[in-house]
């Protein structure tokens, strides 16, 4: 049937070569990430416009739960399992969590998030209660005390920037480059792992295999599509109790 896919702009960087002339493909901005509501909304919204489909790809991984309690009335939904897109630069959300499991304290980049000029270790929230401090000591100083928040923001429980090879680039040498400066910026130790293209390439041949989310129209998608044994097997968290 026809389908569609609504790209996140990191993964775009990655599908777009690999994806048949006749898919047609959205971006959706990756700002929209940093307010999972909002990244909810528009999907939805996308979703909704894009009539005449037999089949709607989302993506994305479960980004802070943003695809939860999506629906279409008339389309399949497809979603890969994965937690967010570094499982899916990564090839499998098992690579993702042997990541977590061996390196907790780790920091991801690869070429389309730089190539989207995306940092979040660089964009913290806003220290707590700023309005006021700007009320109480001026601006200039609440902006001094702002850059410190987010100093500490950046390397809290960080110590590893590992910049993914995705096995079909080749040409990466000024990526990594720059994810050697931003390491240093940080004072993070830098690791470049190996990546996989494979979810890209079951993506773009239409092959949902137990690593996808396959939800028919008329439901919206649930927790427990992505993860059936949550209750059994939750995702190990990282103890930074000691450091």
């Avoid at 609504?6 to 307010?35: N, Q, W, Y």
């Avoid at 040409?171 to 994810?179: G, P, S, V």
Wanted: net charge negative; aromatic share 10%; proline share 5%.
């Amino acid at each position: 049937g026809k389908t569609k896919i609504l790209a996140c702009a990191v993964v775009i960087e990655e599908l777009r070569s690999k994806l048949p002339p006749e898919i047609e493909c959205e971006i959706m901005d990756f700002g929209l990430h940093r307010t999972p509501e909002k990244l909810k909304a528009a999907l939805q919204e996308a979703i909704d416009k894009s009539t005449g489909f037999d089949t709607i790809v989302l993506a994305f991984g479960l980004c802070g739960q943003a695809v939860l309690g999506l629906q279409s009335k008339t389309a399949t939904l497809v979603v890969p399992r994965a937690d967010d897109c570094i499982a899916i630069f990564l090839g499998s959300r098992e690579a993702y969590l042997k990541e977590q499991r061996e390196k907790p304290g780790s920091l991801f980049l690869s070429k389309g998030w730089i190539e989207g000029r995306i940092d979040d270790s660089s964009t913290p929230p806003m220290m707590p209660q700023y309005k006021l401090m700007v009320e109480r000591y001026g601006e200039e100083r609440a902006k001094r005390m702002q850059s410190v928040f987010a100093s500490k923001y950046r390397l809290k429980h960080y110590k590893r920037m590992a910049f993914i090879n995705t096995s079909s680039e080749t040409n990466l040498d000024e990526y990594k480059e720059t994810a050697r400066r931003r390491a240093a910026s940080l004072n993070l130790n830098y690791e470049e792992i190996p990546g996989s293209t494979a979810f890209m390439e079951k993506i773009a041949d239409g092959l949902w295999d137990d690593e996808f989310v396959v939800v028919p129209a008329g439901r919206p998608i649930s927790f427990y599509d992505f993860w059936p044994d949550a209750n059994q097997a939750a995702m190990p968290q990282a103890d930074f109790s000691s450091q």
